[in-house]
């Protein structure tokens, strides 16, 4: 195996960590959208790091979240003491994210002072610095979609809010296996593999497409209807599937429509992935490849079993936390499945 510079490793300990933080981040985001705690903080300040410090700053920071639809909708029975429960939640996330800015940008001025990135590099971690930065406003232009009539973040925004954090996150991650594992990229055409490369890539595709369903789920409050399985009201094929027109509205605005798809589109996905360790364990005999086909056959069991959990038990907070991070990890898993084949 070729060998890693010190350079290479360096850079590698901190994308690592600058991944473990955007995990946090992702799960983090969960649970404040789990906990309903997204819209508490209704201003945004770029560069504001306190919190509200004593008694007057915290009732004036209550009294701008009474400005707005959620508490005069939704919360008005709620005192100062419930708001500040929420808005932890929320001004944590919003914390952690530049946290994850600044210990992304000092290194990196660092490694490139010290010029101990290798050439092709740099450019890859100028778009990782770009895209988060982009996910900062991608944030507040979801959350102001629930600072209007309805209190209610757009299904729409959160999705797309989800599906850029897990695209920062696998570029990371993609970054650090190239730099852990740094033998050669072979090109399709000659890959000793290639049929095995394109059902890898068609299966991450259709993880993602899962992931995006389970953002529908969250960002309708899905999840909190139908509580039992298989079926669905006790039916295989639920009443009010088809109610919106014209007919695409129910694929992303009806929430049967939305739960439906989710939990089918997971156990197709599962027993394809399933389907895909039994065969991958079987055809090869590389340790490394061998790993990744297990990871993944473990990963689909476990999110399964914690995806249904979490349907009977109405979603509850730890439960929606943990099936978020096994969704994170099973791409994870099936990504390092995708870089292992691009080498043989």
């Known amino acids: 195996m070729q060998q890693i510079s010190d350079n290479d490793r360096a850079i590698m300990r901190w994308l690592q960590l600058c991944l473990v933080l955007v995990f946090a981040m992702m799960i983090l985001g969960g649970v404040t959208r789990l906990t309903d705690s997204g819209l508490s903080m209704v201003t945004w300040h770029p560069t504001g790091m306190l919190p509200p410090l004593g008694e007057e700053q915290w009732q004036a920071e209550f009294e701008r979240y009474q400005q707005y639809p959620e508490f005069q909708k939704l919360n008005r029975d709620m005192h100062l003491d419930g708001f500040k429960k929420i808005f932890w939640f929320e001004y944590s996330h919003r914390m952690l994210g530049r946290l994850i800015g600044l210990v992304f940008l000092l290194p990196f001025a660092y490694f490139l002072l010290r010029k101990m990135i290798k050439p092709g590099l740099t450019p890859r971690l100028v778009v990782m610095f770009l895209l988060g930065g982009f996910q900062g406003l991608l944030g507040w232009y979801m959350v102001k979609s ?8 757009s299904q729409y925004r959160l999705t797309a809010h989800l599906l850029s954090a897990i695209v920062i996150y696998g570029f990371i991650l993609w970054t650090i296996f190239n730099l852990a594992f740094p033998a050669a990229y072979r ?42 399985f298989p079926l669905m009201g006790g039916e295989l094929v639920p009443d009010g599937l088809g109610a919106l027109t014209p007919w695409y509205l129910n694929i992303f605005e009806n929430l049967v429509t939305v739960q439906f798809n989710h939990r089918w589109l997971a156990i197709a996905t599962g027993l394809l992935l399933l389907i895909w360790y039994l065969r991958g364990r079987a055809h090869f005999d590389d340790p490394l490849l061998q790993r990744g086909f297990k990871l993944v056959g473990m990963m689909v069991i476990i999110q399964l079993a914690l995806g249904i959990a979490t349907l009977l038990l109405q979603v509850p907070v730890v439960l929606g936390a943990l099936h978020q991070a096994g969704a994170l990890l099973l791409f994870s898993f099936l990504l390092f499945n995708v870089h292992t084949l691009s080498r043989v």
Do not use: C, K, Y
């Open 187 to 228: 090109r399709l055409a000659e890959s000793q593999a290639a049929g095995w490369r394109r059902a890898s890539l068609a299966l991450s595709g259709l993880v993602l497409i899962t992931i995006a369903s389970g953002g529908f789920v969250a960002g309708l409050d899905a999840g909190m209807i139908f509580n039992s």
């Open 146 to 153: 629930g600072l209007v009539s309805n209190p209610h973040v």
